[in-house]
């Protein structure tokens, strides 16, 4: 995770590196302000992703996690549409409910109940769906109306790029599990024991959604650092993927070392961490 925070003159060489270090995929926040940051630089998350794929090659590129917040379907779908074909298909969308913060204000609206807020998930995900795989869609919508929106000539990635969604809830899992081709989550609340324990709930939780829906996506993500930073030490992240892994989970997500605050720590545990990749993905 590379929080788009920094000019591009400093940026672009930790998105290269990303990719040299050997990662899967590596994504940004979809935020217009975002927590203790709010007040320091930050950058607009579309044009991030466009320039990341323009100087790399072959790692996956995405958002963590888009949000009905402050955007519309339609002009989005156009932008993960371009996202699509700029980086030859390695885009994937990363997609959640949205929050209370900031980014639900900032536009004068009233913030939504957590029932309402999923169904305005699940209605953006949907249509979503149907514009990247559709030339032409017209849609009325409880939250979002379409009227013969063009997504012309289509995204790379056939029938349409992967989704990832961050659920927690059991409805917004239900979303995950209809239209996500990923579940993601950050987990709940609590130090590090209780936040396994979590995470542990979660799966199983996710496990039920999936059997009552007769489907579930192939791939899992776990954010790994929300009770500790999985980056403190080389032997902790080595712990927090065995532990992720056990639970089920495909894929991890960590961010890139900040030099204080949160996520403070140091670029030699990631090189350290690079440098194990390989040993990683076998055990």
Known sequence: MLLPEHRWAEAAGRWRRAEEYGFDHAWTYDHL????????????TVP?????????????????????????????????????????????????????????????????????????LSEFVDLLDRLLRQPVTTFDGSFFVARDARMLPGGVQTPRLPFVVAANGPRAMAV???WGQGWATTGAEGDADTWWDGVAALVRR??????????????????????????????????????????????????????????????????????????????
């Open 33 to 44: 302000a975002w927590r203790s940051l709010a007040d320091g630089p930050w950058f607009a």
């Open 48 to 120: 991030t992703l466009v320039a990341a794929a323009t100087v790399t090659s072959s790692i996956g590129l995405g958002t963590w996690v888009a949000s009905p917040n402050y955007r519309h379907p339609v002009p989005f779908a156009k932008d993960l549409m371009t996202l699509d074909d700029v980086s030859a298909g390695r885009i994937t969308l990363g997609v959640g409910a949205g929050g209370t913060g900031f980014d639900a204000t900032v536009l004068g609206d009233e913030v939504l109940s957590p029932r309402q807020r999923v169904d305005r």
């Open 176 to 178: 995950a599990a209809r």
């Open 206 to 283: 996710f496990d039920e959604v999936c059997a009552e829906q007769g489907s579930g996506p192939d791939r899992r993500y776990l954010s790994v650092d929300s009770a500790t930073y999985a980056l403190s030490s080389r032997g902790h992240f080595a712990d927090v993927v065995g532990r992720a892994t056990g639970l089920g989970f495909t894929d991890v997500v960590t961010h890139w070392p900040r030099p204080d605050g949160v996520y403070a720590g140091s670029e030699a545990v990631l090189e350290q961490v690079a440098a194990d990749l390989p040993a990683l993905r076998r055990a």
